[in-house]
Each structure stands twice: as structure tokens, then as C-alpha cells.
């Protein structure tokens, strides 16, 4: 079956524009959750979402938003992007809403200039 | 805040050898624990899950035991092989699918 598809693998935007990234679970997996990987914070989670409703947020500004949709892909998106939001953002999928296991997307490479 | 640590940060080993990669947590009230392997510049992929109530999990060459009340994990390669060179880490939750990953530790197997 198909894994966790993410897109776009690769990009590269100016400081001041905002992005979106988007997520396709594994077919009928619910949870989708997002987490951003730099070199210097390791994996830091941002927000998680199950049945359309997020229900956990991580420790990041507000410029960091997500949604899911019903069919259970999510997006999220960086506003204002700065340097520093330069990372790896990868995202999660999960059959249920805890204790299951969660399978990761290749990630999204994004790179602020 | 739950805190995971991996030790040690950095491991090599000659191809054939034994490790253990160890994990541990601060906050003992966990769901799971799981183990990932993370190639240069990929996502990671799930080795192992070990659920709150059981003790240890085995697929293939790898065996991760869970001990939640010393918050303590440790993962297991038999025979490693240069294929198995990669960054590892372990994760846990405590609520819904929330991870708080460790640092990682970075194997390498010389041929």
C-alpha cells in the first residue's frame, strides 16, 4: 500500500513570503502530525490533527498553521517566512488517535533565502 | 516536559559486531515507544513499536525492550551490516500521537 506521500520534496522561498506543504496519510489512517527537523533542535513537534480537529500544538509562533481536510490529508502552512524556519518538516500518519504505530513522509525540504 | 536522551550520540562498529543503542525518558506515563532508522536527507521508517504494557519487541536482527518504570529503552542489532549504518531514534508518546523524539545515534558499520 502507499506510504505517506509529501509535497513538494523540495523548496526554496524568500524571507517575508509565506508556503504550504501538504500531506497524504496512509489510506485510512486518521491522525496526521507534523514536526519540523533542523540540525541544531533535533525534531520538534508542531501540531497534530485527527478527524479534521487539531488537538495538540507545539511550542511555535503563530505563523505556523495547519488543517486537515476530510479525506484526512492536512496542509500547513509558514507565514512570514524568516532564515531560521529553514528545516526538514516531516509528517506522520497514524491509524487511530494513540498507540498506534506512525509511519513518516519523506519529508519537505525548505529552504528560506 | 518529557525529555528523551540517546546514548551514545555517535557509534562505530566492525560489520558482525553487536550493539545496543540505548534511550531513555523522564516521564514515565508514556502510550508507546518507538524506534526509527533515518537515512542522510529521508524521512525516518518505523522499525519498532512497543506498546506501554509490553516489554520488548523483535523483528528480524533488531529487539527493543521497554522498561517504563526506569524510563529506560534499549534497541538491539545482531550481526550488524554496513546497510544498517544510519542515524537512529527513539520516540515516545504521552498523549494522542504527540512524539518527543531523543537526539539520535548516529551508527556506522565498517565493512
Known amino acids: 500500500k502507499a506510504g505517506v506521500t509529501q509535497t513538494p520534496r523540495y523548496l526554496i522561498k524568500t524571507r517575508g513570503q509565506q508556503v504550504t506543504l501538504s500531506c497524504s496519510p496512509i489510506?485510512?489512517?486518521?491522525?496526521v502530525s507534523w514536526y519540523q527537523q533542523t540540525p541544531g533542535q533535533g525534531l520538534q513537534f508542531l501540531f497534530e490533527?485527527?478527524?479534521?480537529?487539531?488537538?495538540n500544538k507545539g511550542n511555535f509562533p503563530g505563523r505556523f498553521s495547519g488543517r486537515q481536510f476530510s479525506n484526512s490529508r492536512s496542509e500547513m502552512n509558514v507565514s512570514t517566512l524568516e532564515l531560521g524556519d529553514s528545516a526538514l518538516y516531516l509528517c506522520?500518519?497514524?491509524?487511530?488517535?494513540?498507540?498506534?504505530?506512525?509511519?513518516f513522509g519523506q519529508g519537505t525540504r525548505l529552504t528560506v533565502v | 516536559k518529557q525529555e528523551v536522551t540517546q546514548i551514545p550520540a555517535a557509534l562505530s562498529v566492525p560489520e558482525g559486531e553487536n550493539l545496543v543503542l540505548n534511550c531513555s525518558f523522564t516521564?514515565?506515563?508514556?502510550?508507546?515507544l518507538q524506534w526509527f532508522r533515518q537515512d542522510p536527507g529521508k524521512g525516518l521508517t518505523s522499525l519498532l513499536l512497543i506498546q506501554s504494557s509490553q516489554r520488548e519487541q523483535t523483528s528480524g536482527r533488531l529487539n527493543a525492550s521497554l522498561d517504563k518504570s526506569s524510563g529506560r529503552s534499549t534497541l538491539y542489532i545482531a550481526a550488524s551490516q554496513p546497510g544498517d549504518s544510519a542515524t537512529y531514534l527513539c520516540?515516545?508518546?504521552?498523549?494522542?500521537?504527540?512524539?518527543?523524539f531523543g537526539t539520535g545515534t548516529s551508527l556506522t558499520v565498517i565493512p
Open positions: 490533527y485527527f478527524s479534521e480537529t487539531q488537538r
Open positions: 506522520a500518519s497514524s491509524l487511530e488517535d494513540w498507540n498506534t504505530e506512525a509511519f
Open positions: 489510506s485510512g489512517h486518521r491522525s
Open positions: 516521564d514515565s506515563a508514556i502510550y508507546n
Open positions: 520516540a515516545v508518546t504521552n498523549t494522542g500521537n504527540q512524539f518527543y
